[in-house]
């Protein structure tokens, strides 16, 4: 049973920063994509970043090019979100994910991920 857990979320104010981690369980860490969704309320949830396997390739939806920055140890089984020059549109409950394509290519769809975390709640205040 795969296991993903976040944490790093809480409360900032707009322009500041904060660092997500997310801690993966019960299966081998490396050769799998990793990626970061958010959702806010009231609205679906959305792609933030990915991660390839190699740690190499990167993805990021365009509303946090250039100020978040996804990186992965695959030796302590954690992935992280930097995120910075936060802004209140950011708030939202952020969620870790991976799949089982070993190997696999950087995805953006959600549906093309198979395990969850329970998510870390962000709030930026304006």
């Known amino acids: 049973q795969v296991q993903l857990a976040e944490s790093g979320g809480g409360l900032v104010q707009a322009g500041g920063s904060l660092r997500l981690s997310c801690a993966v369980s019960?299966?081998?860490?490396?050769?799998?994509?990793m990626g970061w969704f958010r959702q806010a309320p009231g609205k679906e949830r959305g792609f933030v970043s990915a991660?390839?396997?190699?740690?190499?390739?990167?993805l990021y939806a365009d509303s946090v090019k250039g100020r978040f920055t996804i990186s992965r140890d695959n030796a302590k089984k954690m992935v992280y979100l930097q995120m910075n020059s936060l802004k209140p549109e950011d708030t939202a409950v952020y969620y870790c994910?991976?799949?089982?394509?070993?190997?696999?290519?950087?995805?953006?769809?959600?549906?093309?991920?198979?395990?969850w975390g329970q998510g870390t709640q962000v709030n930026v205040s304006s």
């Open positions: 019960g299966r081998t860490f490396n050769g799998y994509t």
């Open positions: 994910a991976t799949n089982m394509r070993p190997l696999g290519p950087l995805v953006d769809r959600s549906g093309e991920y198979d395990y």
């Open positions: 991660i390839d396997w190699r740690g190499s390739g990167t």
